[in-house]
Nanobody, 115 residues
Framework: QVQLMESGGGLVQPGGSLRLSCAVS????????MGWYRQAPGKQRELVARITSGLSTNYADSVKGRFTISRVNAKSTVYLQMNSLKSEDTAVYYC?????????WGQGTQVTVSS
């Protein structure tokens, strides 16, 4: 059974930082391109960062230069370092494969950026 468990979210002031983690079980992580997604209230889920099995990365324009995605296959974990956070980054953040696998969606982790 594949499980993806996100953690590390919380309440942070504008300009602050958070590091999200995604612990993956049930698959060999090294075989998959992975992504971090987010869904803000009333909006569709969007891909904000992706990392290939070969460690190439891509970012949505809205987070480029502020977010960094990484992975440690030996720990079956994918990370998202988020710096210079803005109120518009407030959302539930999820990890999944890229493209996403429907049955792999986890509960996500809430990130709230507010003063």
């Amino acid at each position: 059974q594949v499980q993806l468990m996100e953690s590390g979210g919380g309440l942070v002031q504008p300009g602050g930082s958070l590091r999200l983690s995604c612990a993956v079980s049930g698959i060999l992580l090294s075989r998959y391109d992975m992504g971090w997604y987010r869904q803000a209230p009333g909006k569709q889920r969007e891909l904000v960062a992706r990392i290939t099995s070969g460690l190439s990365t891509n970012y949505a324009d809205s987070v480029k230069g502020r977010f960094t995605i990484s992975r440690v296959n030996a720990k079956s974990t994918v990370y998202l370092q988020m710096n210079s956070l803005k109120s518009e980054d407030t959302a539930v953040y999820y990890c999944n494969a890229d493209p996403p696998v429907a049955r792999w969606w986890g509960q996500g982790t809430q990130v709230t950026v507010s003063s």
